[in-house]
């Protein structure tokens, strides 16, 4: 049996020393077992997997916010009245599309730009057909006519439309340089038929000698010729046939795509801009007239995004009382479902407000014919408010089907959020049971130590006894040695 106290004895001629320490009778250090460290280990991956949801739902909330309209009664008063303002403006200013008027327009801005484009290259005279006599005989291409001759269903009407190289467009400026390396025009006919055609022997003072001169050449003289096609030719100048628009030469490049072109579209193209003359001038007359609707349209536009961007500053400046704490993001008019909102209302009320002044007007104007009233009626509405009332509802509906799968994303998260919680209880109550068996452990533990300890007391009694009888019959070594001591000893035994 192990002793609570060890003695030492330190014996030399000067002193004489006891020491003592004390000695567990037990080990009390605990082991963790492999079961524990398991259970640590999955309560910090069910504490890092509940801070990943929170982060997420955080997330998903601004998400959802930001998806959710929170216009109230003013904002849509405002939204409202904003396209009624604007469906006036469109009623007493724009009024119907006006193709004469717009053409009327970019007749003037083509032939303007013709003669000063012109006189930039050294045009002194003043007449439009000189002008473009000027640029014709001074930017030639190479494949401008190579197509006579040729029997391959083009025309005088429709080479501007078959030739590549005279669109306006980036496909154009391509097959443009593409016959400076290949000496070769490029055309599609009515039919959408593919055809290279070899420029002749005079058209070879028009190639360039390498690869420099080749693209300019192909770049240069190619849009300066262009220019003078604008406005017709020298013969026809203001009217006659001009080059094809970009709308009109896109539409053209794609009807050559095998399976396109046996649809119909080449003809139809074609007939479009031979039959019907529409060429960059019509394009841009059309453009004009849409630009005049537009501006309805970006009026209703500003009104509703103002009134948002300064009701929210005005609401963030109130909470905030300063200027440096306001969060902008809550003002800026765009990017957020309220925003899509109002201009949903008040493009639907623009347009509303348009499509029953185009059908009174077109009644009073029609007299009850029905086929001049739909034309009247066509003719009136507005199609640029139109196509943003479209986009509009498009945005409003997408954001709510978005909204709703981010919804359903944070109940999911939720719902898991609920089971790690649930996994968490069950370990802390695990915890407490363990904590519990180790208490009751414990308690039996110290008894059996107070067992031991009675035993160690008695024993230690029965020592001390032993050692007192001892003295006596070590008094003269002791006396030798430390004359003090037996008189120690008794004033310790008197106090004890």
């Known amino acids: 049996m192990t002793s609570l106290v060890n003695l030492k004895t330190i014996c030399d001629s000067d002193n004489f020393q006891v020491e003592y320490e004390i000695i567990p009778p037990f080990d009390v250090s605990i082991e963790t077992d492999s079961g524990q460290l398991a259970n640590i280990k999955a309560r910090k991956q069910i504490e890092n997997r509940l801070q990943i949801n929170s982060e997420k739902i955080e997330e998903l909330n601004k998400e959802i916010k930001r998806l959710t309209n929170h216009a109230d009664g003013i904002d849509y008063m405002v939204a409202v009245g904003s396209g009624i303002i604007a469906g006036v403006v469109d009623s007493l200013w724009v009024g119907e599309f006006s193709f004469s008027r717009g053409k009327a327009w970019s007749d003037k801005k083509v032939n303007d730009f013709v003669m000063k484009t012109a006189k930039k290259q050294g045009y002194t005279g003043k007449r439009l057909d000189g002008a473009i006599k000027h640029l014709e005989d001074k930017f030639k291409i190479p494949g401008d006519n190579i197509w006579k001759g040729k029997n391959k269903g083009i025309s005088a009407k429709s080479h501007h439309i078959d030739d590549l190289a005279h669109h306006p467009s980036v496909i154009g400026l391509f097959f443009s340089i593409l016959t400076q390396f290949t000496k070769k025009g490029y055309f599609s006919n009515n039919e959408g038929i593919f055809l290279p055609i070899s420029i002749d022997p005079n058209g070879d003072g028009l190639i360039g000698h390498d690869i420099t001169s080749k693209i300019f050449c192909g770049t240069v003289n190619w849009f300066y010729h262009l220019v003078s096609d604008m406005a017709g030719s020298s013969k026809t100048a203001g009217g006659g046939m001009g080059i094809p628009g970009p709308i009109l030469s896109l539409m053209k490049e794609l009807s050559a795509i095998p399976g396109i072109k046996k649809s119909g579209l080449p003809q139809k193209i074609n007939d479009a801009f031979v039959k019907n003359n529409f ?203 430390n004359p003090a001591l037996i008189n120690e000893i008794e004033e310790a035994l008197k106090w004890g």
Not at 450 to 477: C, R
């Open 279 to 481: 060429d960059l001038r019509s394009e841009l007359a059309v453009g004009h007239e849409l630009g005049r609707q537009a501006v309805p349209v970006i009026l209703n536009e500003v009104m509703v995004r103002s009134f948002y961007f300064i009701r929210r500053l005005v609401k963030e400046v109130k909470e905030k009382r300063n200027f440096k704490d306001i969060e902008w993001k809550n003002c800026l008019p765009w990017n957020n479902r309220t925003i899509v909102r109002m201009l949903t209302i008040a493009t639907g009320t623009f347009t509303a407000f348009d499509m029953i002044d185009a059908a009174i007007r077109s009644g009073l104007k029609s007299g009850g014919n029905p086929a001049l009233f739909a034309k009247e009626f066509i003719l009136r509405v507005n199609f640029v408010g139109l196509g943003r009332f479209a986009i509009a509802v498009y945005s409003d509906v997408k954001m709510g089907i978005k909204r709703a799968k981010l919804r359903n994303q944070r109940i999911a998260i939720y719902s898991e959020q609920l089971h790690l919680a649930n996994a968490r209880i069950f370990y802390l109550q695990a915890d407490t049971w363990t904590a519990a068996q180790k208490t009751e452990q414990t308690i039996n533990e110290a008894l059996e130590i107070m067992d031991k300890t009675m035993v160690y007391y008695a024993k230690s009694l029965q020592v001390i006894e032993a050692d007192i009888e001892d003295i006596e019959h070590s008094k003269k070594k002791i006396e030798r040695k």
